[in-house]
């Protein structure tokens, strides 16, 4: 499927990549002490869902699979400027 020519995958990846910035810049906000009144709101996470960790056991090696999907709002933030840029490049 394309996007005004471009993948729904590359997408994605802008989306992604936005989410990973934003919780970056969440936790180098919460070492400068001049955000510490507002980095509680801007960091607290909520669960969207979780997948818990299950053992897959191949007799040569034993393989621990899990997912968990707690955003937070400087992640929703940089989700959003993903796509911004997506659509502006």
């Known amino acids: 499927m394309k996007i005004s020519g471009r993948s729904v995958g590359m997408c994605a990846l802008f989306v992604i ?3 990973i910035a934003g919780g970056l810049v969440g936790e180098l906000m ?20 979780t997948i818990h960790p299950f053992d897959i056991n191949l007799f040569v090696f034993r393989l621990t699979l899990g997912l968990s999907f707690t955003p937070h709002l400087l992640s929703a933030l940089g989700m959003v400027l993903g796509v911004v840029a997506f659509k502006k490049f």
């Open 17 to 19: 990549i936005g989410a």
């Open 30 to 49: 919460k070492s400068i002490d001049a955000f510490s009144g507002l980095v509680p709101y801007l960091t607290a996470g909520s669960e969207i869902f």
